[in-house]
C-alpha cells in the first residue's frame, strides 16, 4: 500500500439527539506496521540444543459464566432432534421440557460429570493472542464475497447499487446437467422482461393471493408465487420496470403467461412483481451462477427465505424458480440473484470494478498467502496450498478442579440471548475511517445560513488504498454478569422458538 489507512473514532456530538454515534460491544487491535518474519525453525526430528521445550501449568478462573457445549454421541444426538421436533410442535412444551434435551456444558468423558474445557478452545484462544502479539499473518480469513443491499444508504454505495439494479434481469432458475446451478433469463414481453402490480391492481383484478393490507398475514404466508396470464403495459416508465396493463387468473387473448411474486413486506410497499415464463425452459441458453455466489447465498439464507413458494431448505434453488440476478461486466456468469427484485449485491472495487473480497482488506504482509514464516505459524502449524507445518504446542483439556464449591452456575434451564454472526456490512465499525465523523461545511443563500451535511465513509467498495481491516477484533471484558444479562424470557423465546436453543 502507498498509505497505511488510519483510522479516528467518531468524536461524540454536542448535541446527542442531533445524530447518532457507532457503538459496539468490541473493538480491535490495529495491525503492527510491518508483519515479522521468523527462520525456518528445525525440524520436529531434530533435537535442537538451542531452543526451549517444557510444559506449562495454567490455572484458569471463571470470572463470569462460562459455556462450550458437549458433545453428544450420534445416535443420542438424532433421538434428540427427533423429539426437539415433535416439541417444537408445542412450542411451550420445547422451551420448558427441552431441558432434558438442552444443551449441557462440556464434560470429561472418563468422570462423566466434570465440566472440562476442551484443549482446542484453549489452543485457539492461545494461538489467537500470539498471532495479535508476535505481529504474525492473520489466519484464517475467509475468501468469500461481502454482499450489500443498500436501498437507503447515504453514502456513494448506493449509487453504485442502484446502477446494478438499473441492469439486472428476471429468470428461471435451472439446474444443469453437471449439478451446477444456471438461470434461464426471462422472455421480452414489450419493453421489459420483468413487471410491476400494483397491490390494489391485482386485488381489483380478483388475482387469488394475500394482500399487503393484511400485514400479519402476509408475512405469515411467506413468499408468494402466483400463476397468472398478463398484458404489458406498452408506456415507457420514466424509471423503474414497466407496469402490466392487465392481470387475471385466467387465459386472455393475447396475454402472457407468467408468475406473480409477492416477496417481504416492508412499509410503504405498494406493488409486487410478475416474471414472464418461459416456453423452451428446459431447452433454452442459460447463464451459469459462480460457485462461489451458489455458496454465499446459502451461508446467508434468513428464516423468511425459506417460507412459502421457496424450498424449505434451499431457497430459490429450485428448478423453475422465478429469481432475479445480474451478471458481470461481460455476461458471462451471474454474479448476485435473490427471490425479489431489490436483492443483494457483491461490493465491486471502485478502482478495478471486480469483486472485493474479504481477504482484499487484510495487509498484503499480513495475508496467510504472504511467503514467509512468522512466530505463530512455526509453534501451531499450519495448512495451506502450497506447503504444510505440524504444530510444536500441545494444549490439553482444562478439568475441574475438586474443592472449589458448585460448579455450575445454577441447576436451572437457560434460554440464552440470540448471538447471531457479526455484520460484516457495517463498515463503520469494521474498516478504517479516516473521517468518521459527518463532513460539514456552510453554504450561504441571500441572508441565510444553512448546514448541509455529507456522509462519504470508507466501505467495501472504496480503493484498496484508502481503506483496510482494522485489525484483531476483540471483545471488552465484562463486569458482574446474572441471568438477566444473558438469557431470554420464557414469553420472548416462544414469539420464536425455533430460533431459541436451551442450555444448562
Known amino acids: 500500500m502507498s498509505r497505511r489507512p488510519i483510522h479516528r473514532n467518531p468524536s461524540q456530538p454536542k448535541h446527542p439527539k442531533d445524530r447518532k454515534v457507532a457503538k459496539a460491544p468490541y473493538n480491535f487491535i490495529p495491525f503492527a506496521s510491518k508483519a515479522i518474519e521468523v527462520d525456518t525453525p528445525p525440524g520436529h526430528d531434530v533435537y ?57 456444558f462440556n464434560h470429561d468423558p472418563v468422570d462423566g460429570h466434570k465440566p472440562m474445557i476442551p484443549g482446542s478452545s484453549l489452543r485457539g484462544m492461545l494461538r489467537r493472542m500470539v498471532e495479535i502479539v508476535t505481529a504474525s499473518k492473520v489466519s ?57 402490480v400494483g397491490d390494489q391492481f391485482a386485488q381489483d383484478a380478483n388475482i387469488d393471493f394475500v394482500s399487503l393490507q393484511n400485514e400479519t398475514q402476509y408475512k405469515r404466508a411467506g413468499v408468494q408465487h402466483v400463476k397468472v396470464h398478463f398484458q404489458p403495459s406498452t408506456k415507457k416508465p420514466k424509471q423503474g420496470a414497466p407496469r402490466v396493463s392487465l392481470i387475471s387468473m385466467n387465459a386472455l387473448q393475447g396475454a402472457f403467461e407468467g408468475v406473480m411474486i409477492c416477496a417481504g413486506y416492508m412499509n410503504n410497499k405498494k406493488h409486487h412483481w410478475v416474471v414472464p415464463c418461459s416456453e423452451n425452459f428446459k431447452t433454452a441458453k442459460a447463464i451459469p451462477i459462480n460457485e462461489d455466489v451458489v455458496m454465499d447465498y446459502q451461508s446467508a439464507l434468513t428464516e423468511f427465505q425459506l417460507t412459502g413458494a421457496l424450498d424449505s431448505t434451499t431457497g430459490v434453488l429450485k428448478d423453475g424458480t422465478p429469481v432475479f440476478f445480474t451478471v458481470d461486466p461481460y455476461g458471462d456468469e451471474v454474479i448476485a440473484f435473490g427471490h425479489t427484485a431489490n436483492f443483494r449485491v457483491p461490493y465491486l472495487d471502485f478502482s478495478t470494478g471486480r469483486i472485493r473480497r474479504l481477504t482484499d482488506l487484510i495487509p498484503p504482509q499480513f495475508r496467510a498467502t504472504a511467503n514467509t514464516l512468522d512466530m505463530t505459524q512455526t509453534m501451531f502449524g499450519f495448512v495451506n496450498d502450497k506447503q504444510q507445518y505440524r504444530s510444536r504446542i500441545t494444549v490439553s483439556d482444562g478439568i475441574w478442579d475438586d474443592g472449589q464449591g458448585n460448579n455450575y452456575y445454577d441447576e436451572n434451564h437457560h434460554i440464552p440471548k440470540i448471538l447471531s454472526s457479526p455484520k460484516l456490512t457495517s463498515y463503520q465499525l469494521y474498516l478504517t475511517q479516516d473521517t468518521p465523523d459527518e463532513l460539514r461545511w456552510k453554504d450561504k443563500q441571500g441572508s441565510r445560513t444553512r448546514d448541509r451535511r455529507k456522509v462519504e465513509l470508507n466501505h467495501f467498495a472504496t480503493d484498496s488504498t484508502e481503506v483496510e481491516a482494522r485489525g484483531h477484533k476483540l471483545y471488552w471484558h465484562r463486569g458482574e454478569v446474572t441471568a438477566e444479562n444473558f438469557a431470554v424470557s420464557l414469553e420472548t423465546a416462544l414469539q420464536h422458538p425455533t430460533q431459541y436453543t436451551v442450555i444448562r
Do not use: C
Open 48 to 104: 535442537a540444543v538451542d531452543r526451549y521445550s517444557g510444559q506449562i501449568l495454567v490455572e484458569l478462573e471463571t470470572i463470569t459464566p462460562l459455556f462450550i457445549r458437549g458433545q453428544t454421541p450420534l445416535e443420542e444426538y438424532r433421538k434428540a432432534d427427533k423429539d426437539k421436533n415433535e416439541l417444537r410442535k408445542n412450542s411451550e412444551a420445547f422451551l420448558t421440557k427441552g431441558g432434558d434435551y438442552s444443551a449441557f
Open 140 to 196: 484464517p480469513v475467509s475468501d468469500r464475497t461481502v454482499y450489500h443491499r443498500s436501498l437507503a444508504d447515504k453514502s456513494r454505495i448506493r449509487r453504485e447499487y442502484q446502477k446494478l439494479m438499473e441492469k439486472r434481469q428476471a429468470g428461471w432458475m435451472r439446474r444443469a446437467a453437471n449439478g451446477s446451478w444456471e438461470i434461464v433469463p426471462a422472455p421480452t414481453r414489450g419493453i421489459g422482461n420483468y413487471f410491476k
